[in-house]
């Protein structure tokens, strides 16, 4: 079946440092992509979601790039703190009447003082 | 507000045991699911409730049951606990027709079966 896929397990950044996390996708009929993050001993908390068709959104400190031609995704978090070390996860959801959603494995983002 | 409410936040069962994980939303969303995540994995979807009343299969539903009788509660049976189940188990909630389905999950329960 379809999956979500992610090309970096691990990602380790100074404070301060801009962060990307990247996420591959595979179906192509998928309608909107959604990025979660997951503190340690927490559950999946959303950041952040994105349309198919657009090519980027921006939220506080956080913004989502879309590439459909290469089927990618990615989270870039400015001015990383130590507050958003965690994993990473995005998710894809096909649309219409599909109401369950596929995600990856996660990306673990450590950020070090 | 308390969003996905989830019972409790660890246990330990022994081999055969059975047991039941609680979860309650009180954001009055239709749709409710349950998945497993273990380690260094992502998350796999056990159950999934579309309303009071309807449940069906996500891709791991075996050694597991639910039911929704309310809006609110989508607890989560273990039958016969057996060591495989050991992981942590989430809860997540989301509201009909919103775009793109975004979920709101629990804080999980942490089970370990010996």
């Known amino acids: 079946g379809e999956s979500v896929g992610l090309h970096l397990p691990t990602l380790s950044v100074q404070e301060g440092d801009n962060s990307i996390i990247n996420c591959a996708y595979s179906?192509?009929?998928?309608?909107?992509f959604i990025w979660y993050k997951q503190e340690s001993g927490k559950g999946p908390q959303f950041i952040i979601d994105i349309r198919s068709n657009m090519d980027k959104r921006q939220g506080q400190r956080v913004t989502v790039l879309l590439n459909k031609t290469v089927k990618h995704l990615s989270l870039q978090i400015a001015a990383t703190q130590p507050g958003d070390s965690a994993v990473y996860f995005c998710?894809?959801?096909?649309?219409?009447?599909?109401?369950?959603?596929?995600f990856g494995k996660g990306t673990l983002l450590t950020v070090n003082p | 507000n308390a969003g996905v409410t989830q019972t409790p936040k660890f246990r330990i069962l022994k081999i055969g045991q059975s047991m039941t994980l609680q979860c309650a939303q009180d954001m009055n969303h239709n749709y409710m699911y349950w998945y497993r995540q273990d380690p260094g994995m992502g998350l796999k979807l056990i159950y999934y409730?579309?309303?009071?009343?309807?449940?069906d299969k996500g891709e791991v539903p075996n050694g597991y049951n639910v039911s929704r009788s309310t809006t609110e509660d989508f607890p989560l049976r273990l039958e016969l606990a057996a060591p495989s189940q050991t992981s942590v188990y989430f809860c997540?909630?989301?509201?009909?027709?919103?775009?793109?389905?975004?979920?709101?999950f629990g804080a999980g329960t942490r089970l370990s079966v010996l």
């Open positions: 409730s579309v309303g009071a009343g309807i449940t």
């Open positions: 179906n192509s009929a998928s309608d909107y």
């Open positions: 997540a909630s989301s509201i009909q027709g919103a775009p793109g389905n975004i979920q709101y």
């Open positions: 998710a894809e959801n096909s649309g219409g009447s599909n109401y369950k959603l596929t």
